[in-house]
């Protein structure tokens, strides 16, 4: 999931009930390879991210993500800035609208990768069946590629599904399911991933290790990463 969907979802989580006026905080990870959407941004390499949040009692949520991508070429870092309005429609269900823009820095093809997108999401928290997300985005802008090379800024179309469940004290299991499909006719690099995976959280550290698939390059890949919250 992308930094404007976990910012959404940590806001539909952690909702704002007792009337407090702002609060903010982060997460800084490490992990053994840096995978959006699917696709590696490290190209094998271990990677580095901090994502923050800042949000108020009227259901605002601003985000800043940076992470590192591949260092032996194309762009050296990632910046994104969200910002996602939730709305808590009772105690078990959320929906919420963000919009955000990718922005790369540093080597070749920086153009190509920068896109914005505004995404529609919703959760519900099913108790002990676990919490259910879902995330439609629509980007103008994103950029497609196929084996011919790089197609332009066609857009496309987002959708996202994921379950949390805790499964034994603080062992939570994780599954995740997207697809891609970019705008236009013909081949137009359209493709899915999935990701199932477990985390184990002790205080403000989590340890997590998930099993990675996507239809393009057809690939799968153990992650394993350790982040702290703060």
């Known amino acids: 999931m992308a930094l404007a969907g976990l910012i959404a979802a940590a806001a539909a989580v952690f909702p704002l009930r007792d009337g407090h006026a702002q609060t903010w905080g982060g997460t800084v990870s490490l992990v053994s390879e840096r995978i959006s959407r699917g696709l590696s941004l490290s190209d094998g390499h271990p990677g580095a991210t901090a994502d923050l949040f800042y949000r108020d009692d009227r259901n605002w949520a601003l985000g800043l993500g940076l992470g590192t991508m591949n260092p032996d070429q194309g762009p050296k870092a990632e910046a994104i800035v969200s910002a996602t309005r939730w709305w808590q429609v009772d105690d078990h269900h959320t929906v919420t609208l963000s919009g955000a823009y990718y922005d790369y820095l540093g080597g070749e093809g920086t153009s190509r990768l920068r896109y914005s997108e505004v995404s529609l999401g919703g959760l519900w928290d099913g108790g002990r069946w676990g919490q259910w997300g879902g995330t439609v985005s629509l980007s103008p802008d994103l950029g497609a590629s196929t084996a011919w090379g790089y197609l332009g800024h066609r857009g496309a179309t987002i959708v996202e599904l ?5 499964i034994a004290g603080a062992v939570a299991a994780d599954l995740g399911w997207g697809i891609v499909s970019n ?3 013909g081949d137009t690099g359209s493709y899915r991933s999935a990701n199932a995976g477990l ?6 550290w989590r340890f997590t290790v998930s099993r ?3 239809s393009v390059p057809k690939k799968q890949r153990w992650v394993a990463g350790v982040g702290w919250s703060f």
């Open 212 to 214: 990675l698939y996507s």
């Open 199 to 204: 985390s184990y959280t002790a205080g403000a």
């Open 162 to 166: 994921t379950w949390h469940r805790r």
């Open 183 to 185: 705008w236009g006719g």
